[in-house]
Every structure is written in C-alpha cells, then in structure tokens.
C-alpha cells in the first residue's frame, strides 16, 4: 500500500512555487491563454526537429493548463485564523515576502508558522491535485511523493 511522503511532498510542493511556478509564468507571459490556438501547420526554418516546435508548444500547454489551476487550489485552501493556510500561500509564494514577514502579519512566532506552512504546502499538494482534475487538465502535475507502507 502506498502513504504520503509529507516530508518529500513539502519538498516538492517548495520546489513548484520557488523554481516551477516562474518557469510557467515565464513560458505562458502569464496572462495570455494559449488553449484552442491550432498549432499544427507551424513551421520553423531554423530548426532540424521538425517535432521540436510542436513539442514546446504542447509544453506552454501544459503548463498554462496547470497555472490556470493554481490560484483556484490557494483559494479553496483553508483560511481561519487557527489555520491559515491560503494566507500563508499567498504571502510567501505569490507575494514573495520573507517567512519572517508572513509570520509577523500572521501574528505566528517562527517556529510556529514553519509547522503551519507545511501543513499548508501539504494541503495545497491535495487541492491542487484536484484542482487539474477538475479543470480536465492532460498531463496532470502531482506533487504528492508517496511510499511504500
């Protein structure tokens, strides 16, 4: 049987909003939408892939399909004051502000907002998990690591 790896998912969940999330971004210019455009009679010179054009635009696909599911997933995330997980998401992840920052705003002592934010990394993981199946995204991204038990 299979369990949830938290440490491993924590880790990957960091990995996605610190180094994943900018690649999207950056690959989609974030605010433009990507999908129904017909990519199939596109040719470029300078490349001896003939596959290589095609498969980068699949990539900017993908990825535009998993960053239309993020802000969703930090949405739907917890949000009370014992357990402030959308906050917590939003501050350090989409606002870049320092773990000291967003322990002070959120009224949390160091120690403190590191075990609510892996467990808001955690949920997240879950949520987002869900979020691409329910937005019918193709090549789903699951941050969850598991084990074997």
Known sequence: MLEINKPATVSNAIKFFEKDLERYET????RYSV???NFENIKVNSSTNTNAVANRYNLIITYA?????VKPAIDNCTSRQEKPY???????YL???SSWDVASRIGYGHTQFNKLRKQALLQFAD???MEQLKQGVKD??????YREV
């Open 27 to 30: 690959m989609c210019a974030g």
């Open 35 to 37: 999908n129904g455009l």
């Open 65 to 69: 399909d998993r960053l239309a599911c």
């Open 86 to 92: 959308r906050l917590i998401l939003e501050l350090k």
């Open 95 to 97: 606002k870049h502000l």
């Open 127 to 129: 949520i987002f998990l």
């Open 140 to 145: 789903i991204l699951d941050l969850h690591a």
